[in-house]
């Protein structure tokens, strides 16, 4: 994969006094469709690049969560990450071909490590 910069139209790329040095670009999945991203950066960051912004929707009213607080705290961003579900997308980092999945409530039954 190439270093440079993204395609992403939502992403700031140039600012008058912050330096976004090049990041190493990875290809990873949303509900199956294949996205790239900047590989160590936070999978919500990715998503939110990619327009995405609906990860998640609540266990009781089935309302749609999104990325919120950005610390880990809110549980607003949980999704499923190669069948494990209850991934904070605004702290886990991107990795090359991760699979991610929004998350319906509580999520699926973890997958068997056997």
Same mark, same amino acid.
Request: glycine share 10%.
């Given at each position: !994969? ?29 509900? %199956?469709?294949?996205? /790239? %991203? ?44 190669? %069948? ?13 071909? !991760? ?5 319906? #409530?509580? #999520?699926?039954?973890?997958?068997? /490590?056997?």
């Amino acid at each position: !994969m190439e270093t440079g910069r993204s395609s992403c139209k939502t992403r700031i790329e140039d600012h008058p006094i912050l330096d976004f040095p090049a990041r190493k670009e990875v290809t990873f999945t949303w509900e %199956g469709q294949e996205l /790239r %991203g900047y590989e160590g950066e936070p999978i919500a960051a990715a998503l939110h690049a990619a327009g995405i912004k609906v990860l998640h929707t609540s266990h009781k009213s089935k309302r749609p969560r999104g990325f919120f607080c950005a610390i880990g705290n809110c549980s607003s961003c949980l999704v499923v990450v190669n %069948g494990v579900p209850n991934v904070r997308a605004c702290t886990e980092k991107l990795r090359e071909g !991760m699979r991610v999945q929004r998350q319906e #409530g509580t #999520g699926p039954a973890p997958r068997s /490590r056997e």
